[in-house]
């Protein structure tokens, strides 16, 4: 499997794994994303069971610190990044060449933009009010200079759509950066148990990404090669650029104009919404984007794949978000302690963003694939003038208010990302609509259910929580089988088949 990785002389070997998804989208769709998300699911509830831990563990004004780097952090990951990674998934045969150049570019601007963070510390810490935050900034820079050594190493697993190695690198390293941060912070380290996580999670992250596959750089470096990307991966960079920034803009505005223990709140609340709707999102993305690159001249076979991972998301996203937010109040309070209270509004309130997050940037996942990068940038402009317009009418109203504008937001993009795949595949909004309407009435009824469930008198809100989380599985399952959801019906029959391949293989 790695072999190919190390004798890239003609673009060929990259890309086979790639090609051979041609032969059945439909079906290897499905497959990957199944396989994707049960392997994704072992690092997710590590970095979930870590969290909880140092939520406890700390105080909310230390998780406002870290917050207000987070805008920075992602310009410069951003930065080094360059917009390749999309550009190389996108590009169907890629060459020795490519690959070192975009190794040798990473590292250079690693260490640029690292050094950058260094030197503008001061002025971050003072336009926050807060002086720890210049040391902050300082040790967190190294994770950008860490990354960057393993970003090619990412790429050519994705493009060979190797999610298990992926996903063993995820789960030891938070596994490993979790252990890291939790001892720091049961030693007194503070906020500083945190930052140190973050750069102990990229040392590992990288090193097993260097043991695993074993492409190693050869010494060769061509601007050609970057010339060759760079149409591509100039908007790219642009729209991630945008993306990172305005993702984390709240946090910037709350951090300066509210206090460190709000932001805090905040941050937490993101956190618990972000969790599996980011998750899910990533996972999904990882198997769309070289999928639908292979057939990039096919937009019947385009169409068919996206209807199946939008319904596999609908399937999966739409009860954990509902749920979420239904049981918000004992959740917080069980897993983060009453010192967390005032974020309970914030989850309920994001969770109805999370409904449509992992739908949108899978629509934008097309875009990529095409090679449509202008009208990928063109939707993140859009998106950006309504972050900073929600922004400046309702900052002054508080962060409800700001939260409320998030999830108009929401809708809007999910639409326009919608609206260009029925123009393009012949897959628009009401279409898309129509085949998740079904998931989403299923997850309304379980959410009733679960409802129901916390209007009953229970001794404490650790029985609260069991109750309502079985009883809204169980609902949401046995609805989804006597209804026999075409997605849910196919991710059970794909279930089955591989635990009687086991049986027969013993």
């Known amino acids: 499997m790695f072999g190919a990785c190390a004798n890239i002389r003609d673009g060929r070997n990259i890309g086979d794994r790639s090609h051979a998804l041609a032969d059945s989208l439909t079906t290897t769709t499905i497959r990957a994303i199944s396989w994707n998300l049960l392997g994704g699911i072992g690092a997710g509830i590590v970095r979930f069971v870590f969290g909880i831990l140092l ?23 951003s930065l080094v990044d360059g917009g390749f990674w999309a550009a190389l998934i996108q590009r169907r045969e890629i060459t020795t060449a490519d690959t070192c150049s975009i190794f040798y570019f990473n590292i250079t601007v690693g260490a640029l933009a690292a050094g950058l963070l260094y030197w503008i510390a001061p002025w971050i810490a003072e336009f926050y009010g807060q002086p720890i935050l210049t040391p902050l900034t300082r040790v967190l820079s190294l994770v950008v200079v860490v990354d960057a050594f393993g970003q090619i190493h990412g790429i050519i697993l994705t493009k060979q759509i190797d999610f298990k190695t992926q996903n063993k690198i995820g789960l030891f390293s938070s596994v490993l950066s979790g252990l890291v941060g939790v001892t720091l912070a049961l030693v007194g380290f503070g906020v500083w148990s945190l930052a140190i996580q973050q750069v102990a999670g990229a040392i590992f992250r990288t090193g097993f990404l260097w043991c695993y596959s074993s492409w190693r750089p050869a010494l060769i470096f061509r601007f050609s090669a970057l010339r060759g990307l760079s149409g591509f991966g100039s908007r790219m960079l642009f729209s991630a650029l945008l993306v990172r920034s305005f993702d984390n803009v709240y946090s910037l505005v709350i951090g300066k104009f509210f206090s460190a223990t709000d932001l805090g709140f905040f941050s937490r609340a993101r956190v618990l919404q972000e969790l599996p709707s980011h ?7 990882f198997v769309t984007i070289p999928a639908f690159a292979t057939i990039q001249n096919e937009p019947d076979r385009i169409r068919r794949g996206l209807k199946k991972a939008l319904t596999s998301l609908g399937l999966l996203n739409f009860p954990v978000m509902i749920g979420v937010g239904v049981v918000a109040r004992p959740l917080v309070l069980v897993l983060l302690t009453e010192k967390w209270a005032p974020c309970i509004s914030y ?68 639409y326009l990302s919608s609206w260009y795949n029925g123009m393009l595949i012949g897959y628009a909004t009401l279409d898309q609509l129509r085949d998740l309407f079904p998931y989403l009435m299923m997850a309304l009824l379980m959410g009733t259910v679960v409802c129901m469930v916390g209007w009953l008198p229970f001794s404490g809100d650790w029985l609260l929580l069991l109750a309502q989380v079985s009883i809204g599985a169980v609902a949401y399952l046995s609805l989804c089988r006597i209804f026999r959801l075409e997605g849910f019906m196919e991710m059970w029959k794909e279930g089955w088949s591989r635990i009687s391949a086991r049986k027969i293989a013993e």
């Open 55 to 77: 939520a406890r563990l700390l105080l909310p004004e230390q998780f406002g610190l870290i917050g207000m780097l987070t805008i920075f952090m992602a310009v410069a990951m």
């Open 279 to 285: 998750a899910l999102a990533e996972m999904v993305g």
């Open 347 to 414: 989850v309920q309130l994001l969770c109805i963003c999370g409904l449509l997050f992992p739908l949108e940037p899978t629509n934008m996942n097309v875009l990529i694939a095409l090679g449509r990068s202008d009208l990928f940038l063109r939707i993140e402009v859009l998106k950006k003038l309504l972050v900073v317009l929600n922004i400046l009418i309702t900052w002054r109203y508080g962060i409800t208010a700001m939260i409320y504008g998030m999830i108009a937001i929401s809708f809007i993009s999910y």
